[in-house]
């Protein structure tokens, strides 16, 4: 499925801008990004609900963007489910297959396939408000599948549950995605969700597409500074392109030089830069009693790494991990995450520290700060 | 077993407070009905010769059968009006709606009396429409819209139909709309989601506002009385002219009884379906 330049426009509010995007047949892919980013708008107009004001919609090369949402033969787990609420589980699953006219020994089979797909046999008799949130869930799949949808549209289907249920539903959604191998376009807000499920991500904000990518490849190489903080938690050091040494550039921040590796040189003598760095990318060491600081120490060549003094100011247990806050000089408060068996001794609150990287640990960004 | 002492307790000391209200009622309005119905089996003598004129007497059972088939067309019509106006209000946008609401509201606001002398004139021989269709070329003897049944019908329909409008918007506001999407998603056309899914979640709506509807209509009195010209006699107005022409209290009592029993019976076999709670939108 492709998505052409796809726009939608609320009078002056412009919900989804130009958006393109190929969804590859049987991959999952999440779309991602914090509440009016457009992300349901734009699932609102794949199911056909929503019209859009530009753009087109290709299915296997045919537009379906005048297509009737009947007509689409795409299942949709709606955001609070939507079950038919007087009728019983069997009959909601039912529903879409006696609609097209099956014949109702195969409607009773294939419901009871998938009645058992989603571990809901004995709940087949229910009404849909006598079961969980959990169980809600689990009918409205079923009846998004039973028909054999040619795309599953998931908006916020994990939102109104419990953190512990949540976790269980995002591995069973993921086994059930590699068992049926249907394309699966998850709607979500939540990063670890998108993350943890997804083939691939498309992250969105104010209406247009940011990036999209694997969950690793937008992890570790984020392009922009609103997908390295909406992915995952980030440092950001900008500053001033200085020079290039070997496959290097350097910079500076505060009048202090850093490396950088960039072997696409992309980053030219004179311009600025803002570098995303992750909080798990950074070491926390001692304060160094010569007070070096800045790329790399005299004589470590360039496999050294860079070096910024700072001041510990909180630090917060996360269990396996212990999250320092490092305030620096010139360079804004730097959080890092570190080992809680590195931590005693020198990240401790008001202890002189030094942070080091490695020159390829941070990742060029475009900024975002000021979106257009 | 002390935090359940304390709680029946409390219980008992609430009915205390409610104890001077409920008397209140007892004494100005429950044992005065009482007294009222009572008359039906004891005027002018004790016995049931009053519920007997209902077989011996044609007039009666024919007052009760036109009640009866003016009230279910009543019914028919209001809510069917009332139905495809909530529904156009439901699916309109907000500031529309409440244009909408506010002119249900007036017309419900508008005396009976007013209503009904208004139809007149509109409806009359002479009156406005006849005069429009005869200009028209679609009729040449002006036709008889009041001073009949179908009179009754126009007249009655008019004033029960914000009656039906609102617990059917209600019913229908408190419908997500996700679930017809979903629906069309599953591939189902607008016909099939609204006979399948839509109808079915306004029943309700659709019975609360029949009963309301057809319960009112029982007692209409007014209305008959101008938009009928005297020809259409339903049982309130003859109630009235028991009491207060002929002053035959027996027989008016027990029309009102009848009328009484037929509410509560109505209501009795819908609770038997449904809550009634759910049905009149009350939240426990």
């Not at chain 2, 044609?58 to 009543?74: D, S, V």
Request: hydrophobic share 45%.
């Amino acid at each position: 499925m492709r998505i052409e330049r796809l726009s939608k426009r609320f009078g002056d509010f412009t919900a989804v801008s130009e958006v393109d995007l190929h969804v590859r047949r049987g991959e999952f892919l999440t779309l991602l990004g914090p509440s009016g980013s457009g992300k349901t708008t734009l699932l609102m107009m794949i199911a056909g609900f929503v019209e859009p004001t530009s753009g087109d919609l290709r299915l296997d090369g045919r537009s379906i963007r005048s297509l009737l949402p009947e007509k689409r033969e795409f299942g949709m787990v709606f955001q609070g489910y939507a079950l038919f609420p007087h009728m019983t589980v069997r009959r909601n699953v039912a529903y879409p297959l006696e609609i097209r006219k099956r014949p109702r020994h195969a409607v009773r089979e294939r419901v009871d396939e998938m009645l058992a797909l989603v571990q809901l046999e004995d709940f087949a008799d229910r009404l849909p408000h006598q079961l969980s949130g959990g169980q809600q869930q689990r009918v409205a799949l079923a009846r998004a599948l039973s028909f054999g949808p040619r795309v599953l549209l998931l908006d916020e289907p994990l939102g109104a549950l419990d953190k512990k249920l949540r976790g269980e539903m995002q591995v069973q959604l993921k086994h059930l995605h590699r068992r049926i191998g249907t394309t699966f376009v998850y709607v979500t807000h939540d990063q670890e969700e998108a993350l943890s499920m997804s083939d691939r991500v498309a992250i969105m904000n104010h209406g247009a597409k940011v990036q999209v990518g694997s969950p690793e490849a937008l992890y570790e190489r984020p392009a922009t500074t609103f997908a390295a903080g909406f992915l995952g938690r980030s440092n950001f050091l900008r500053g001033i392109v200085t020079g290039r040494r070997g496959g290097c550039a350097t910079y500076a921040v505060a009048g202090r030089e850093y490396r950088q590796e960039d072997p696409e040189r992309r980053l030219q003598p004179g311009a600025g830069v803002t570098l995303a760095l992750r909080p798990e990318k950074l070491e926390v060491a001692p304060a160094r009693p010569d007070g070096v600081d800045g790329a790399g120490s005299v004589g470590a060549g360039n496999a050294g790494p860079n070096r910024l003094a700072g001041v510990v100011g909180d630090v917060t247990y996360l269990g396996s991990t212990l999250s320092v806050s490092v305030t620096t000089d010139g360079a804004g408060t730097l959080i890092a995450e570190v080992r809680p068996r590195d931590g005693p001794g020198v990240a401790e609150p008001g202890h002189n520290v030094c942070l080091e990287w490695m020159p390829d640990a941070a990742v060029i960004v475009d900024d975002m700060q000021s979106p257009a | 077993m002390r935090l359940a002492g304390i709680h029946h307790g409390a219980g008992g000391a609430c009915w205390l407070l409610v104890a001077p209200l409920l008397g209140l009622v007892i004494a100005l309005y429950a044992w005065p009905v009482a007294e009222i119905l009572w008359l039906g089996f004891s005027d002018p003598e004790p016995g049931l010769q009053n519920y007997e004129k209902l077989f011996t007497r044609t007039a009666l059972a024919k007052i009760l059968w036109t009640t009866l088939r003016i009230c279910t067309i009543t019914t028919l019509l209001s809510v069917t009006i009332g139905y495809l106006i909530a529904y156009t209000m439901v699916h309109l946008g907000a500031r529309e709606r409440s244009w909408m609401l506010t002119l249900v509201l007036i017309s419900f606001w508008v005396s009976v009396l007013v209503r009904a002398f208004a139809w007149l004139t509109l409806l009359g021989r002479n009156g406005p429409v006849n005069a429009a269709l005869a200009a028209g070329g679609l009729i040449d003897e002006p036709v008889a819209f009041v001073r009949n049944e179908l009179g009754v019908l126009i007249g009655m329909t008019h004033y029960m139909i914000p009656y039906a409008v609102l617990p059917l918007l209600a019913n229908m506001q408190g419908i997500d709309r996700r679930i017809m999407d979903a629906s069309h998603n599953l591939g189902a056309g607008a016909a099939t989601t609204f006979t399948r899914i839509y109808l079915p979640l306004t029943t309700p709506g659709v019975v609360a506002a029949s009963l309301l509807v057809f319960v009112i209509s029982l007692g209409f009195y007014v209305t008959p009385a101008l938009l009928g010209g005297g020809r259409v006699l339903m049982v309130a107005e003859y109630v009235s002219v028991q009491v207060l022409v002929t002053v035959q209290w027996g027989v008016a009592s027990m029309l009102a009884t009848l009328l009484l029993a037929g509410v509560f019976g109505l209501m009795y076999v819908l609770s038997r379906f449904m809550r009634l709670g759910d049905v009149f939108g009350a939240r426990a």
